[in-house]
């Protein structure tokens, strides 16, 4: 079961993302007495091999503005810790209640327009790749 969710988040993250809205629930039901915090460090860390191999891959077709991702970055790693820290707060019991809702509530987001990364994104050329304006921060 875990390894049938894991290819099926793998696939949802890569076309659409948000694959951990399945790789999670299947964590907590295949293991259901393990800590939270152990459980979604594991869903983490798929998660961060799949963006690291995608940033790897874009930066080879793009070039990439580092300095300004880099504070982006170091951002991200000391918020990711603070809620890393804040999931060892709250009873396991709580979050496995709260899991659901939690669920519901990133489902509910609306979604980007389908036309979003064509007017917004970096102008690109080759296969498949679409023609727009250049306003994005990171891409010279």
């Known amino acids: 079961m875990l390894t049938g969710a894991s290819l099926l988040a793998g696939f949802v993250d890569s076309i659409v993302g948000g694959g951990e809205l399945i790789l999670v629930p299947a964590l907590f039901a295949v293991f259901p007495h393990a800590p939270p915090a152990t459980l979604l460090g594991t869903n983490k860390s798929a998660s961060v091999w799949g963006t690291a191999t995608a940033t790897w891959r874009y930066a080879r077709r793009v070039q990439v503005r580092w300095s300004a991702l880099l504070p982006a970055a170091l951002v ?40 979003w ?21 990171l891409v010279p």
């Open 117 to 137: 990364a064509c007017t917004t994104g970096p102008a690109m050329t080759g296969p498949a790749m679409p023609v727009g304006p250049r306003r994005w921060p």
């Open 76 to 115: 991200c790693l000391v918020c990711a810790w603070l809620g890393a820290w804040a999931v060892t707060l709250i009873s396991a019991e709580q979050l496995r209640r709260a899991l659901p809702f939690i669920r519901g509530l990133c489902c509910s987001t609306p979604w980007p327009k389908r036309t």
